[in-house]
């Protein structure tokens, strides 16, 4: 596949023109980051913004006993380390990749020109960034407002209309999900039970489907 082609399959880049594609594709090249692997360190410097081209990435806290909470998980198209090169401050968070993952990296000084010549990418990167924020406001409120099956319902949710709605595809851990709401593995295969028992959702495997949409987002606080 062309670099082109690549580029433009990110929502980021999806708009611009052949020649914009082109002059993009000299400015980045591709790095492949091993399952495990700590792409991004917390509060070192920024110099680069990445773009998942294949895989999946989470943006982690990681407290002094060792405890992690994370923030995020980004797949394909989506993009990270944009904040440092914005605002000038250290990285904000870990970004580590959970697979194998391929990635577009973009220096410091090519982001801030392609931010200056291309209104549309700028605007695409406030239209993700506003997204995000609200995520991030679904997940203080539910924080404070809901209890764990509340949490995990929301979280369920939020997986499920990544895709359409009903299948969360992809594969997630009861340990992962722990730390994404902020509880315990057991507490949350506890809950995942009481779900399944009461038909809200189905488990197959390693896939989760939503069985019955409104009583889940009633018990997520959505209705
Ligand atoms: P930066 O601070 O440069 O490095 C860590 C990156 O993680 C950050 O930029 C963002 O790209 C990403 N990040 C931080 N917080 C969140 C969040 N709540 N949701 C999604 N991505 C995030």
Same mark, same amino acid.
């Given at each position: ?38 792409? =991004?360190?917390? +509060?070192? &410097?920024?110099? #680069?913004?990445?773009?998942?081209? %294949?895989?999946?990435?989470?943006? /982690? !806290? ?22 440092? =090169?914005?605002? +000038?401050? &250290?990285?904000? #968070?870990?970004?580590?990749?959970? %697979?194998?993952?391929?990635?577009? /990296? !973009? ?117």
């Amino acid at each position: 596949m062309s670099v082109a082609t690549t580029l433009q399959a990110i929502p980021l880049f999806a708009h611009l023109t052949d020649e914009e594609l082109a002059r993009m594709g000299e400015l980045t090249r591709q790095r492949k980051h091993p399952k495990g692997s700590v792409i =991004l360190f917390e +509060d070192d &410097p920024g110099d #680069a913004l990445y773009v998942v081209i %294949e895989g999946q990435v989470k943006v /982690v !806290l990681i407290g002094e006993d060792g405890r992690e909470v994370i923030l995020a998980t980004l797949a394909d198209g989506d993009f990270f380390g944009e904040m440092s =090169l914005i605002d +000038d401050e &250290p990285r904000s #968070a870990h970004v580590i990749a959970m %697979e194998t993952s391929n990635l577009l /990296v !973009l220096r410091r000084d090519d982001f801030q020109r392609c931010l200056e010549d291309n209104p549309r990418i700028a605007l695409g990167l406030l239209r993700a960034l506003t997204k995000r924020l609200r995520l991030a406001d679904s997940k203080i409120g539910g924080l404070v407002l809901l209890d764990v099956t509340g949490r995990v319902a929301r979280l369920l949710l939020e997986m499920a209309d990544e895709n359409d709605g009903v299948v969360i595809s992809r594969k997630v851990t009861h340990h992962q999900i722990a730390q994404m709401i902020g509880s315990s593995r057991e507490t949350v295969s506890r809950t995942m039970r009481t779900l399944i028992d009461e038909n809200l959702i189905e488990v197959v495997g390693k896939t989760i489907t939503v069985r019955d949409r409104e009583a889940m987002e009633s018990t997520a606080g959505l209705r």
